[in-house]
């Protein structure tokens, strides 16, 4: 035997390597379907996912007149309470379950990256949130709705609302000791976004209230809710205003989308600062 074939038969076969992006996209897939499956397995979050979101809309709805002033009510309490039930609870529940359990902390240690690792937990109650919107909307007009003026401000406060309440999440999740205590540090952003419901607003009149509530990322959600599907915020509607048409809803839809975009950014900036990745043990 040769130096040649001794060189040879010690030379280890060359694999082809998997470059870095498609290890990044397995890791990332792989994060989300499992954060999919768990979100599955917990019949608490699935039934608080489901039963409370499209259940009461459908209620108000079914025991109103049914015309543009009842559906957009409707719809904005759907846009609430899939926020606050589908996305922010289970999100807030989700996080700080995974950080007592140290997973949080585990999976920074890998090759996932943080935004991979928050945007798997986020995932599933972003899923439901727009498979329910997209179901809602035909089941109401199904159900004898008249058709929304505008779907841009409705889509407007779905989109920005889901990346809102995601960061109010993992905010609250920052300040919440284990998981049965997001029962109670939840309250405070479901009070704010009970307060920042239309036909609730009402109630204060002309206040100092009404005009402090208005300015809250609920209210500026309710009002590109209501406009979109009715053309004027609840308000409006019930004083007697003219509702705007298709091209009238964008100058309409300003102030609330400017107020919601502004509050996002602080919420998005308060999240990254004050989220825990540890347990507080």
């Not at 996209?25 to 599955?40: D, G, I, M, P, Y």
């Not at 589908?86 to 007592?100: E, W």
């Not at 841009?152 to 960061?167: H, T, Y």
Request: aromatic fraction near 10%; charge should be positive; include cysteine.
């Amino acid at each position: 035997m040769n130096a040649q074939t001794v060189t040879s038969s010690v030379t280890p076969s060359v694999t082809p390597s998997v470059t870095p992006a498609r290890k990044t996209a397995f890791v990332k897939t792989s994060l989300f379907k499992a954060e999919w499956l768990q979100f599955r397995r917990n019949r608490t979050l699935m039934f608080m996912a489901t039963v409370f979101p499209v259940g009461i809309p459908l209620l108000i709805f079914a025991v109103g007149a049914g015309g543009a002033v009842e559906t957009a009510n409707a719809f904005d309490y759907f846009v609430m309470y899939t926020l606050l039930f589908v996305q922010f609870y289970t999100v807030l529940s989700m996080a700080t379950t995974r950080r007592d359990e140290r997973v949080l902390k585990r999976l920074r240690t890998g090759e996932a990256r943080d935004l991979d690792i928050l945007g798997a937990i986020c995932f599933p109650g972003a899923l439901l949130t727009l498979i329910f919107t997209i179901v809602i909307i035909p089941l109401l007009l199904a159900l004898g709705a008249p058709m929304p003026v505008n779907l841009i401000p409705m889509v407007l406060a779905v989109l920005l609302g889901l990346v809102l309440c995601s960061a109010l999440a993992l905010l609250t999740s920052g300040f919440t000791r284990n998981a049965e205590a997001a029962q109670l540090t939840s309250g405070p952003v479901f009070i704010l976004a009970m307060g920042g419901l239309g036909s609730v607003r009402i109630a204060f009149g002309e206040s100092i209230v009404a005009d402090i509530l208005a300015y809250t990322p609920f209210a500026a959600i309710s009002d590109l809710a209501q406009i979109g599907w009715a053309g004027a915020t609840f308000y409006d509607n019930v004083t007697g205003a003219t509702p705007v048409d298709f091209a009238g809803a964008f100058q309409e839809m300003l102030v609330p989308l400017g107020i919601l975009a502004v509050w996002t950014i602080v919420a998005l900036w308060a999240a990254s600062r004050y989220m825990r990745w540890d347990s507080h043990r």
